[in-house]
């Protein structure tokens, strides 16, 4: 549970007063020759002071439609998502996988992801998604490319249950254009009377069936697909 940041800051500015008047005092009776007593006011005030400058540590500012997931030593400690001010326990450390970095390790392109911390943004997002080339019932390349409208509602999931969501979003995206691409052909035959879905001829229904794929693809990532849209289509050269 997150305390209000206004109130906590009250606190540390109170610590932060009774640490000067401590240490000043403590001066004062050091320099009259009261040593015992002027030695643990200063040293009270000083431990203050360091207490004080470590619980700033805490606060955590959130916008509109940003969530921060917090562990502590290693375990899931919660998730806050509504817009404020706040103080969190300051050994709590920010998890955002989506913020990783991605390093080249050797010449045969393994690669490393090191996780990344920082706010989640809980906004509607666009992935566009490269130009692929496919192949379509009849075994045609076709080049296709499409964009992605979503957003992460499970946060805990989009944490914990995938290494980089923003990273395994692309990759099932790729996986389920090549999933639907290939149950239909691009366009009908010429001498094809018989009424049947292409890819050219039905984009919009298709990408309906592309964004309820991907949607059961992602779904254990916690993320939410709001919309497909096929930008472009075409043979491949």
């Known amino acids: 549970k997150s305390k ?42 000083i431990l203050l002071v360091c207490g004080a400058v470590f619980l700033c540590c805490g606060f955590k500012v959130l916008g509109p439609n940003e969530a921060v997931v917090l562990t502590l030593f ?54 566009n998604n490269e130009k692929q080339t496919v192949n379509d019932e009849r075994g045609n390349p076709i080049l296709i490319d499409t964009v992605v409208i979503w957003r992460v509602v499970d946060t805990t999931k989009a944490v914990f249950n995938v290494q980089n969501y923003r990273t395994f979003l692309s990759i099932q995206c790729d996986s389920a254009t090549r999933n639907i691409a290939r149950r239909y052909p691009y366009d009908l ?41 096929i930008r472009q289509l075409a043979y491949a050269p």
Do not use: H
């Open 4 to 45: 209000s940041g206004f109130a906590m800051l009250s606190l540390i500015l109170l610590l932060f007063l009774v640490s000067v008047l401590a240490i000043v005092f403590g001066g004062i009776l050091l320099d009259g020759g009261a040593t015992a007593l002027g030695a643990v006011l200063l040293v009270s005030g």
């Open 74 to 127: 290693g375990k899931y400690y919660g998730t806050i998502k509504a817009d404020g001010f706040y103080w969190v326990n300051p050994f709590c450390a920010c998890i955002n996988p989506g913020n990783s970095r991605t390093v080249t390790t050797n010449a045969n392109g393994t690669t490393i992801t090191s996780g990344g911390g920082g706010k989640i943004s809980l906004k509607t997002m666009t992935l």
């Open 189 to 229: 035959m010429e001498d094809s009377d018989v009424p049947e879905k292409t890819l050219r001829g039905s984009s919009q229904e298709i990408a309906d069936m592309l964004r309820e794929d991907l949607q059961n693809r992602v779904v254990d990532a916690g993320l939410e697909i709001m919309e497909v849209r």
